[in-house]
């Protein structure tokens, strides 16, 4: 795992505008109906990283006009509460993510939200360059933190570690400090591994 100094890495020096996949209208990537959008490139190099292959700045395909009319029509069904930013690294690829989040805005106002997971803390991004600021204040709710697989906890809602944390982005910058999405409910049953008979 690695640990950038601010503004050490900036998207401009890394993004290669590619995105590695696009899930409309799934359920697991935040609250609600949601349509995922899977960034290409991170630097973090988490233990464990279960999207690995696509740590790599040139997997998948270049993000298109064409790629990012589709996602604004379908984050426009009423049964979509919104988008959700993963990878890779969003705040690596902030002219892609911030292109597609203002359309979403534009489109939509506050009628639909934006879930964003990164490896930067809420505190590391406040210190970082301006459009990795520009992209947090378009978002919604932030699920921040490395990954930890030493921490890792399988009945964590919506993250992996117990380091990891849902914060709600609007009511954390408006009091200047960070706030726990209310919504958040860890599961509080413990399940032992199922052993096989032999």
């Known amino acids: 795992m690695r640990n950038p100094k601010p503004k050490e890495?900036?998207?401009?020096?890394?993004?290669?505008?590619?995105?590695?996949?696009?899930k409309p209208?799934?359920?697991?990537?935040?609250?609600?109906?949601?349509?995922?959008?899977?960034?290409?490139?991170?630097?973090?190099a988490c233990k464990g990283c279960y999207n690995k292959a696509i740590q790599d700045f040139n997997y998948g395909n270049p993000y298109t006009k064409e790629v990012e009319d589709q996602i604004i029509e379908d984050v426009g069904q009423s049964y979509v509460q919104g988008l959700t930013l993963l990878g890779g690294?969003?705040?690596?690829?902030?002219?892609?993510c911030l292109s597609l989040v203002k359309r979403v805005r534009e489109a939509y106002g506050a009628t639909k939200d934006v879930?964003?997971?990164?490896?930067?803390?809420?505190?590391?991004?406040?210190?970082?360059s301006e459009d990795k600021?520009?992209?947090?204040?378009?978002?919604?709710?932030?699920?921040?933190?490395?990954?930890?697989?030493?921490?890792?906890?399988l009945n964590l809602q919506f993250r992996g570690s117990s380091?990891?944390?849902i914060i709600d982005v609007?009511?954390?910058?408006?009091?200047?400090?960070?706030?726990?999405?209310?919504?958040?409910?860890?599961?509080?049953?413990?399940?032992?591994?199922?052993?096989k008979e032999i």
């Open 25 to 44: 209208f799934n359920f697991v990537d935040g609250e609600g109906v949601r349509c995922s959008f899977y960034v290409s490139g991170c630097l973090f």
């Open 133 to 153: 600021l520009a992209l947090l204040h378009q978002v919604d709710i932030l699920v921040d933190g490395r990954f930890e697989l030493d921490l890792l906890d």
């Open 89 to 96: 690294e969003p705040f690596l690829n902030t002219e892609v």
């Open 9 to 22: 890495w900036l998207s401009e020096n890394y993004s290669k505008g590619y995105y590695a996949d696009y």
């Open 163 to 165: 380091n990891q944390r």
């Open 115 to 128: 879930w964003a997971w990164s490896g930067y803390t809420f505190d590391e991004l406040l210190q970082e």
């Open 170 to 195: 609007k009511e954390s910058l408006k009091l200047g400090k960070c706030v726990i999405w209310e919504k958040c409910k860890d599961a509080d049953q413990k399940f032992e591994p199922i052993k």
